[in-house]
């Protein structure tokens, strides 16, 4: 697509101004929240008073807003209440009463890590049946083609931004070792229990009674993992990917770009923070739809336009657990080599992207983000705001996206 240089320094421009007036305007987009809703309404706004796209629609579904990030809360509570009935059992003794206390302490460390893996590492609605519901919204506008659609591509980035993390507020590594000192000991706990168990089941032991003392004391970080009443800017993460949807739109209106059988979608999904639920509620709903139509669809997720040597096409997510669309990806190198560069292949190391929920649903998806996984200052915290904005790889993400659909608009996906 011949798009000028102008032309997209104009979009990049006009994004960042967008971004930072969402920042300081609307702000902190709590999942399922009016705010959410707020800033998918100004960008709905904005396509429609320009003309970029040819339709648009805001399309609600059910979710629960503490969905994905319940889970810490719920095992904090689950495992300082197993460490104090240890403690107790170790300071009264009693056979029986030890009996039970090892059996909870058992029983509410499975319990916790069947949590743990499919709420937080499967991003499954473990625990939202016991949630209560909001209403959330996907913001939905397509460019038709000229002629019968046969392909169509959807370029994608989530409005809501997330809960503070506490402690990446103070350095990532903290968040890290936090979490792997509370998995010791509550594998360190299920292995004291157990002896217990089988060994001196009616033997109070002032060691493990402080082990246990300490275990609870620690456990109790779980509560404090994410902080509920503090909402970040998400200025990057991911106004960037949001606006560099709304800036492909804006960049083929006005370099007169036509396309005659592809379809372009730009979905401005809502909830990603709250386990993707915005591009699961799409998936689910437009697969079905799709499918029957017969048009071949490619969803592109990018999210967070930030760190420009990182930008990398996320082929695994959930800790390598999901995996995306291999013609997806291979639609991305194509893309890359054609703008003279190769791209990296990546596993996002904890969490996901929208990508992953499409991905889940059986349709072709891929991420692209460009952040720095050992290290980012700004990452869900609200240092992630309007002051640390970087043009220069929300345009380098911009170019890809743009090359992405010229490449999928002449030859399709590519086999695998």
Known sequence: MKISKEIKDQAVDYSMKCITHICETIGP??????????????????????????STAIE???????????????????????????????????????????????????????????????????????????????????????GEIKRRIVISGHADSAY???????????MVV???????????????????LIER???????????????????????????????????????????????????????NIQLENTEVQILITGSEE???????????????????????????????????DWMTIYER?????????ARAIKLIDRAAEEMGIKLPHGTVPAGASDAAAVSMNKMHAVAIAAQNPHGTRYYHNRRDNQHDLKPETFAYGLDIALKTIEVFDKEGLPEA
Request: hydrophobic share 55%; net charge neutral; aromatic share 14%.
């Open 164 to 174: 503070e993390f506490t402690f990446m507020r103070i350095h990532q590594t903290l």
């Open 201 to 255: 089941p009616n033997t109070p032991h002032l060691w493990a009674l402080i082990l246990f003392a300490i275990m609870g004391s620690f456990f109790v970080t779980f509560f404090f993992l994410f902080n509920f009443k503090e909402v970040v800017p998400g200025a990057n993460d991911n106004l960037t990917g949001v606006f560099l949807a709304v800036s492909v739109a804006r960049c083929m209106k006005e370099a």
């Open 60 to 146: 609600p579904f059910k979710m629960a807003r503490y969905g994905l990030l319940s889970f810490a809360p719920v095992i904090g509570f689950l495992m300082v209440v197993a460490a104090l009935i240890q403690v107790i059992a170790h300071a009264i003794g009693g056979n029986t009463f030890s009996i039970v206390a090892n059996v909870i302490f058992i029983l509410f460390s499975a319990l916790s890590l069947i949590i743990a893996f499919f709420q937080f590492l499967l991003y499954k609605q473990f625990l939202d049946v016991f949630l209560p519901k909001l209403e959330s919204h996907n913001l939905i506008a397509k460019i038709n083609p000229t």
């Open 317 to 325: 997510e959930m800790s390598g657990i999901t995996k995306n669309s």
């Open 178 to 196: 936090v979490i792997a000192i509370n998995i010791v000991f509550l594998l360190i706990g299920v292995g004291i229990s157990i002896f217990n």
């Open 29 to 54: 987009r709590e999942s399922g929240m009016p705010a959410e809703l707020e800033c998918q309404k100004y960008v709905q706004n904005e396509l429609e008073k320009n003309n970029w796209v040819d």
């Open 274 to 308: 709250a386990g993707l639920r915005g591009a699961n509620a799409w998936a689910k709903k437009y697969k079905p739809i799709y499918d029957a139509e017969g048009v071949e669809t490619v969803f592109v997720a990018f999210d967070t336009m930030h760190d420009y």
